[in-house]
């Protein structure tokens, strides 16, 4: 079977998966998942490590659209209404969950000093697409909601200066003071260059976009400009994600009637997204269930309660609404692509750590990957903001606002 015919296999079945999920009550990106887990390297091998790997530009191109849509929610006059918050908020749940896991693994588990506190680091992180799509499914809307995209979007900014300090941190512990001041530029390189990177695109896509004669067109200008800012990223040494994430946000806040180029993006996106999640479910590998042992499962419920014990503490401290403080830790379970990355990171930086560190990440991420969307649905749904984009005429055409799948 070629590859694009097992690609149509891939569509076709994850979209099933999603009519299935739809009938549990479920999220369609669990569908999408779980069909895309039958299909791949556990079960059913239609779809192998080779063909993972040539069909990896989809995720490039699934998770460049998602952070360039988040850049849409990042409108000036909508966050000075946020202010500090957001940031306070970040920061407290990124860090609980960073002091969960290193106290497990360190004082629980007696791990060394060095591991503990570089996986520690590696919890910090969210993964936005689950949630992302979750919330757009189901057309939610309210002040958790609003909170959750630049909670989410402002965590790998987070999560990627917590790794930089954490592996400095580590690598003077061992006794290796080569490369400190490296390891500790690298972050603020990383993160400095890749938000100047997409602001600079920001500004010549606005330009761009205006000269645009139909929505066609737009829509090529834009999808050629998120290919370019990752490629750009990728070959610099970036982020990606922050990269779209900024070249999104001065779209937005320069250009008046921003939601059609937002719009023009979604029109594409759909089929992405679906063959995305199914990939990323293929790729999951359950074997991986007899060798993470005790330690990965401490993990897993280590980082979601310092994730939900830090997002409470961060809203009850700015004053944020009631659903906020209940329901944002919830919605910020999913790791993906950030602590994938930061786990190749680790073999270059503590290779002795690494096939640890690895089994513990991917373990964590197929977990959350799958139980994610669903604790994101239940957040929304308790906070009671299924369906309010609605009930609410919005100044701005949102992230979430069309109900694609």
Known sequence: MNVLLKLGVVLVVG????????????????????????????????????DLDALGVISEVALAIIAFSIGSEFVLKDIRKLGKSVVVITVLEALGAVAAVFAVMYFVFKQPFAFSVVIASMSASTAPAATVLVMRQYRAQGPLTQTILPVVALDDVVGIMCFGLASSVARLSLGDNASV??????????????????????VLLTWLANTAADRDELQGITLGAIAAATGLASYLDLSPLLTCIAMGTVLANLKRNSSRVFGSVNDFAAPVYVLFFALAGASLDMSILRTVGAIGVAYIFARASGKMLGAALGAKAVKADENVVKYLGLALLPQGGVSIGLAVLVRQILPQYAPAVTTIIMFSVMIYEILGPICAKIAIQKAGEIGGMDKVNQRHVPIVEELVF
Not at 185 to 198: D, K, N
């Open 15 to 50: 979209l099933l998966g999603a009519k299935i999920a739809r009938m549990f009550k479920l999220p369609n990106v669990t569908g999408y998942l779980v069909a895309g887990l039958c299909l791949g390297v556990s079960f059913a091998r239609v779809v192998n490590a080779l």
């Open 181 to 202: 001041l490296q390891m500790l530029t690298q972050p603020a390189v990383e993160i400095f260059g890749s938000l100047a990177l997409g602001a600079v695109l920001g």
